[in-house]
Structure formats: structure tokens, C-alpha cells
């Protein structure tokens, strides 16, 4: 599955972004999709995910309550509406798709868009 982040950029705390991430294939609805992120010098981190069947969601604990994952079928676009950014948000964020379950699995991978934030 070819993945395409955009919607990345520069933000200062508080402020808020959204990222959209358009997936090229025709059996976007039967994947589950998730945002990663990594920060310089720190592992890739799942941050949300959503479940194709039941459209459940899964959020991290540092982004719960800021962040919210959502996703649109009929446009094979999956969505990350980040809120009260934080600096501790900057990073690379990615978009994936996996067939498994809704927190591992993923082995589908957009090039990444840069989020910073600064305080």
C-alpha cells in the first residue's frame, strides 16, 4: 500500500495541526491504520491507530486527550487532528497500514512529515 502524509509543519504550543495521510489502493477500508512518530534520538512510537472493522481507536498516553485519529473511507484518507501541541510532540510522524491487529503488524509506511513545535 502506497501511503502520502502531508499537513506537517512548524506550530507553537498550544497551537494545533492536522495531518492527513491518502493511502493508494483500492482496500483502504479493510486496513487498520496507525500514526508513529519519532523524535531525534528516541525509538518510533505508536501514537494512535484505528481498527478498519470496528473503527476502534488507540491512543498513547502522552498524546490521550489532545489527539484524535479518524479516518474517511470514501476518501482512503486517514486523519490525525493534533491539539494543544506540545514540544515534546516535535517529531517525525508516520503513517502506516497493517492487516493484523490495530497496535502491531503494520508494514505499510509513508515517507514521514516534520512536526515541531516550539514553546
Known amino acids: 500500500v502506497q501511503l502520502v502524509e502531508s499537513g506537517g509543519g512548524l506550530a507553537q504550543t498550544g497551537d494545533s495541526l492536522r495531518l492527513s495521510c491518502a493511502a493508494l489502493?483500492?482496500?483502504?477500508?479493510?486496513?487498520?491504520m496507525g500514526w508513529f512518530r519519532q523524535a531525534p534520538g528516541k525509538e518510533r512510537e505508536l501514537a494512535a491507530s484505528?481498527?478498519?472493522?470496528?473503527?476502534?481507536?488507540y491512543y498513547a498516553d502522552s498524546v490521550k486527550g489532545r489527539f484524535t485519529i479518524s479516518r474517511d473511507n470514501a476518501k482512503n484518507t486517514v486523519y490525525l487532528q493534533m491539539n494543544r501541541l506540545k514540544p515534546e510532540d516535535t517529531a517525525v510522524y508516520y503513517c502506516?497500514?497493517?492487516?493484523?491487529?490495530?497496535?502491531?503488524?503494520?508494514?505499510?509506511w509513508g515517507q514521514g512529515t516534520q512536526v515541531t513545535v516550539s514553546s
Open positions: 502506516a497500514a497493517g492487516s493484523i491487529d490495530m497496535l502491531s503488524g503494520f508494514d505499510s
Open positions: 484505528i481498527a478498519w472493522r470496528s473503527g476502534l481507536t
Open positions: 489502493t483500492r482496500a483502504f477500508s479493510t486496513y487498520n
